[in-house]
C-alpha cells in the first residue's frame, strides 16, 4: 500500500500518473526487474489521484504544462544551434578524455 500512495503523490503532483506508478514499483525494491503486484495497484491509484487533482485545478490551469503554457516567446531560429553544436564537440572531447583518464593502461 505504500507504493499505491507514492504512486498516486508522484502522479498527482508531476501530472505524469504513468511515471507515478513505475517509480513507486522501482524506488521501493532492489532489483531491476519489476514487481508486477505493485504496478497494478500502484497505476489505479496514481490515475485516480491524477483525476482528482486536476478537478480541482482552475480550468485554465488544468492541463497547461509543467513549465507554463506560454511557450510561443521562444525564439526558433536555426543559427542559434550553432553554438550548441559547437558545445557539443567540446564536450565529446572532454568526455572522452575523461574516459582516458581512468582507462588502465
Keep these: 500500500m505504500i507504493a499505491a500512495g507514492m504512486g498516486a503523490g508522484i502522479g498527482a503532483i508531476f501530472c505524469a500518473p504513468l511515471a507515478g506508478a513505475v517509480f513507486a514499483a522501482e524506488i521501493l525494491y532492489s532489483d531491476a526487474e519489476l514487481e508486477a503486484d505493485v504496478i497494478v495497484p500502484a497505476a489505479t491509484s496514481s490515475i485516480v489521484a491524477y483525476s482528482l487533482f486536476s478537478q480541482v485545478l482552475p480550468t485554465s490551469t488544468r492541463f497547461m504544462p509543467l513549465f507554463g503554457g506560454e511557450l510561443d516567446h521562444l525564439s526558433t531560429a536555426l543559427w542559434e544551434l550553432f553554438p ?4 557539443a564537440i567540446i564536450l565529446v572531447f572532454a568526455g572522452w578524455g575523461y574516459v ?3 582507462q588502465p593502461s
Excluded: G, K, V
Excluded at 84 to 87: C, V
Design 100 to 102: 582516458r583518464i581512468f
Design 84 to 87: 550548441y553544436t559547437i558545445l
